[in-house]
């Protein structure tokens, strides 16, 4: 079975602060990694991918892979109360390229 | 260029009935994805088609089955609902046999079916 796991969360940040999501997954011969954010009652929305070793950065958000450690985090920096949604982990590669493999999501709030 | 729509955008079904949920994907995708949504969890992948094709099938009951037609759009039926099946149905487009590639998938703004 393969897996995405997320830190549970919920996640609470004052505004201005970093936040830190972490992901781990279980199939070694994943490929490609993607962070969607979802507002309450709406579908994801794509915000960062990444494919390679290291860090990925577009604005305030910066994606961090590590493929021997099977980790990956994203890193959002001046975090804003808009910013407070679910940030879904998912996993694409190895067997079955043809699916992303989500996490359960975690649940960040960020404080005014 | 038009992105991914789904209809409707919200359905109530009472148990053991069946339902059509419909899915146009965007302008010059030739794939269609669709993802189950349960509250509180990440998406689940269903199935996905290929040109009219079904291209591999996650972990669902064959009552859960779909169609892609010649203009790529899809539909994906479910027969004999069950309260579990209350969820938001996401599909996504994309180009050629992948989840998207290195773009990952855009989502349609999903169907939210709930089972009385």
């Known amino acids: 079975q393969k897996e995405v796991e997320q830190n549970s969360g919920p996640l609470s940040v004052p505004e201005g602060a970093i936040a830190s999501l972490n992901c781990t997954y279980s199939?070694?011969?994943?490929?490609?990694f993607f962070w969607y954010r979802q507002y309450s009652g709406k579908s994801p929305e794509l915000i960062m991918s990444i494919y390679s070793n290291g860090d990925k950065e577009d604005g305030r958000f910066t994606a961090q892979l590590n493929k021997a450690s099977q980790y990956v985090s994203l890193l959002i920096r001046d975090s804003q109360p808009s910013d407070s949604a679910t940030y879904l982990c998912?996993?694409?590669?190895?067997?079955?390229?043809?699916?992303?493999?989500f996490g359960k999501g975690t649940l960040l709030t960020v404080n005014p | 260029e038009t992105g991914v729509t789904q209809s409707p955008t919200h359905l109530i079904k009472t148990r053991g009935q069946q339902v059509t949920l419909r899915c146009s994907s965007q302008?010059?995708?030739?794939?269609v994805s669709w993802y189950q949504q349960a509250l509180g969890q990440g998406p689940q992948f269903i199935f996905q088609?290929?040109?009219?094709?079904?291209?591999g099938r996650g972990n669902f009951p064959p009552r859960f089955s779909g169609l892609q037609f010649p203009n790529y759009s899809s539909e994906l039926n479910v027969n004999a609902l069950e309260l579990d099946d209350s969820a938001l149905y996401l599909c996504a487009s994309s180009l050629g046999l992948s989840a998207g590639g290195e773009n990952g998938y855009t989502f349609g703004s999903g169907t939210r079916l709930t089972v009385v």
């Open positions: 998912a996993v694409n590669g190895g067997g079955s390229n043809y699916k992303l493999t």
């Open positions: 088609y290929y040109r009219e094709e079904e291209n």
């Open positions: 199939d070694r011969g994943s490929q490609s």
């Open positions: 302008s010059g995708h030739n794939t």
